[in-house]
């Protein structure tokens, strides 16, 4: 039988850690968030765990997809055995793998990709830049979450889109963020402002610590902290309970 959530029993949400810094915005907004709505001192239980990216990143490079699935699979059991409901994954680039057809996870996640493009496509936007990993703005996640709603998209040009990478791999993740890196990601965001682009999508979950609508020509779509809020609205029953548990979207 399937269980309904409600504030007075909320579901147990499971935070799937990939990047750090990303990971723990995501979990304190999602207290936050509960608290909002359900009132002082009072949030779904909310369990993070996963391994240190370090585990994965050879994988990455490689794009091993079936490997970082595995992984994902095994991670989310812990999840699973922890009571979560639910899961989330604050990490847009492990989508990439999330996405890959393999065995059912272990539970149903709500997709990153797919609650940017559903508040785009809410507030209207025709052409959202995207701002993240290589992976991520050269991958299929975007285009495809995006594109199903009839959403544009724009990314950096070659030499930005390295650059920005390499402030997220070998910074943001490690809990470093420079005005070097801010003056990047402001004129990467200015590029895409010229491009026509009407928005830009910080997806990667460590960008909104650094660029915001304050310092942005643009809105800035905050992938992390829209998770989290969606994620507490699965929880106290305001949104469906997801049923993807991974492999291609459709």
């Not at 609508?213 to 989290?228: H, Q």
């Amino acid at each position: 039988m399937t269980r309904s959530f409600s504030p007075e029993n909320p579901a147990h949400i499971g935070i799937l850690k990939h990047s750090g810094e990303g990971a723990l915005l995501c979990y304190r907004t999602a207290l936050l968030a509960g608290i909002e709505r359900l009132g002082a001192h009072s949030y779904p239980t909310l369990t993070m765990s996963g391994r240190a990216l370090a585990h994965s990143t050879e994988m990455w490079d490689a794009m091993d997809l079936a490997g970082l699935r595995a992984l994902f699979h095994e991670d989310c059991e812990v999840l699973a055995r922890a009571g979560a409901d639910f899961a989330i994954l604050p990490d847009n680039t492990a989508h990439i793998a999330l996405e890959f057809a393999a065995d059912p996870l272990p539970l149903p996640f709500l997709h990153i990709g797919e609650v940017v493009a559903e508040h785009a496509s809410q507030l209207g936007f025709k052409k959202v830049g995207i701002l993240g990993t290589n992976w991520t703005m050269e991958g299929p996640v975007y285009p495809g979450a995006l594109g199903r709603r009839g959403i544009d998209y724009a990314i950096p040009e070659l030499e930005m889109r390295q650059r920005l990478h390499n402030h997220i791999m070998d910074e943001f993740c490690q809990g470093i963020f420079t005005d070097e890196a801010v003056r990047a990601y402001e004129q990467a965001a200015s590029d895409l402002a010229a491009a026509g682009c009407d928005a830009v999508a910080a997806v990667c979950t460590e960008i909104p610590i650094i660029l915001t609508d304050e310092n942005s020509p643009v809105p800035v779509i905050d992938s992390t902290r829209l998770l989290a809020r969606e994620a507490v609205a699965v929880a106290v029953g305001d949104r469906a309970m997801p049923q993807w548990r991974g492999g291609p979207v459709v």
